[in-house]
């Protein structure tokens, strides 16, 4: 397997965690609900994404930074300890209560679980293997950012918001 099969799956849930920092809910306003996002904020949200994602601190998110999150959910689900999941193990994890919202990181890779991080390949960073360093993350994020910023004002709004996914929606039964 190449660096690159291993590095699309930890590109998809950074891509797609990324973009939902433009959708994201901001302290101080809603943004799921009807206010807006700024520039700045999206740029604090990607770069706390980006802190979050990057589980061995070494400034570039890659395979060993996904294989780390998915020890995580394993050892979240591993109750017991004993290296193996079992059937009440697994619906004890289906009945846990949901803590408020869900967190971007789950929704991310909730995502690029569902969508088998296919289409991440295609974003990749300059770094080795297809890992991408923060600042490419946050630069990727804020030009996703602008492109749904329709009007230029440096707010994206809940109207502009549901335009830029209906676009990725079409954009992406097009190339499939």
Known sequence: MTHGTLFAPIAAAAALFAGGTVMAQMPGGDARVGGGMTRSQAQERAAAAFDRLDIDRDGQLDHADRAGHRQARFDRLDTDGDGA??????????????????????????????????????????????????????????????????????????????????????GRGAAE
């Open 85 to 170: 999941i079992s059937r009440d193990e697994f619906a004890a994890q289906r009945k846990r209560p949901m803590r408020g919202a869900m967190s971007g990181e789950r929704r991310g890779e909730m995502r690029a679980e569902a969508h088998g991080g296919g289409r991440m390949g295609r974003w990749g960073g300059s770094g080795e293997g297809g890992a991408i360093g923060r600042d490419d993350f946050i630069a990727q994020a804020l030009a996703r950012f602008d492109r749904a910023d329709a009007d230029g004002d440096g707010t994206v709004t809940a109207a502009e918001r549901r335009a830029a996914r209906e676009g990725q929606r079409r």
